[in-house]
């Protein structure tokens, strides 16, 4: 069983609480929470796009090979060597099977679900989920394999894959964190239960999520409640002002709501600058261009003139 510490640390983590997290003190190197809560730490820089940060906190040389999990995906994260990185993880994936492999139980499955979110983004989805495993009973790793299916467009099997873990796992924050996840990707039941869940999260006061803000405001925006949409995304962007995610959503909900003349349009370039790469930035682009080219193969007839008798 988690001390109260490390049960702490997993729910700022899992609840997106970053830099909350970070921001944390370690316990001593002695301590069997050491590694498990050093290994949050590590992951909430790389969820925060620094994987720098996360690297550095890596001690050099060393032999667990969940820390040397983290360390590969920083690397690939950071966009450098990718290949190298995945290597590393595929590695490391087969070295934890078996019954003589190195490291704790805790920390195999770590390596499976570093390694299959490292795949997942590199587009690998296969492989991801062979890593990560059909049968598997870590709720991280479900929760890996849920988002792969979200992603694909496979919301049955995400949902498959929930009541699965219902079978076997406890009311875990985490589990309901899945079913909320899957709720918000099919608005089963009008959003009702994930919106529960993100204002029953939001109220905790001890913990600072602009996360949770933004979950709760996409789901505002799904429920046509646009103006309590703005106010958590700009409460989120107040908390983290880069997260291109919030961005993003505050751009749709400030364009679907009445709101002051050009603040839609002056969000949409600010998220175009600022990270171009967004997925709705590559989405209107090429929706643009396939417009000019249409538009290009008609000519418009002159305007009609009346004749006068």
């Not at 909350?20 to 992951?43: A, F, G, M």
């Not at 590199?122 to 991801?128: F, P, T």
């Amino acid at each position: 069983m988690d001390s109260s510490e490390l049960y702490h640390v997993k729910q700022q983590f899992i609840l997106g609480a970053y830099k909350t997290l970070i921001t944390s003190s370690l316990p001593d190197e002695s301590s069997q929470d050491y590694i498990p809560i050093l290994l949050y730490k590590v992951r909430a820089h790389i969820a925060l796009r620094d994987p720098q940060s996360a690297l550095k906190l890596i001690p050099s040389g060393t032999d667990n090979v969940a820390l040397k999990a983290a360390a590969s995906l920083a690397r690939y994260v950071s966009g450098t060597d990718t290949d190298t990185a995945l290597e590393e993880l595929r590695d490391l994936s087969v070295e934890v099977e078996g019954d003589d492999a190195e490291g704790s139980e805790r920390d195999r499955a770590m390596v499976r679900v570093l390694a299959g979110t490292a795949f997942a983004r590199a587009g690998e989805v296969e492989e991801a989920l062979e890593t990560l495993g059909a049968d598997t009973e870590d709720l991280e790793a479900v929760a890996v394999v849920v988002q792969i299916y979200l992603s694909i467009n496979r919301p049955d099997l995400a949902r498959k894959e929930f009541e699965r873990a219902k079978r076997w796992a406890e009311d875990d924050l985490l589990l309901q964190l899945i079913e909320s996840t899957i709720g918000l990707v099919t608005g089963k039941d009008s959003y009702s239960n994930c919106s529960s869940f993100y204002s029953e999260q939001i109220a905790n006061p001890s913990l600072s999520s602009p996360h949770l803000l933004t979950s709760r405001g996409v789901t505002r925006i799904l429920r046509n409640e646009f103006q309590e949409a703005k106010s958590d995304l700009e409460e989120s962007l107040a908390q983290q002002k880069d997260d291109a995610e919030a961005l993003a959503a505050h751009v749709v909900a400030s364009g679907l709501a009445p709101s002051k003349k050009g603040e839609a349009d002056d969000l949409w370039n600010q998220l175009v600058s600022e990270h171009p790469t967004h997925p709705i930035v590559i989405d209107v682009a090429k929706k643009s261009q396939f417009f000019d080219e249409c538009a290009a193969n008609f000519t418009v007839p002159p305007t009609a003139v009346a004749s006068r008798a």
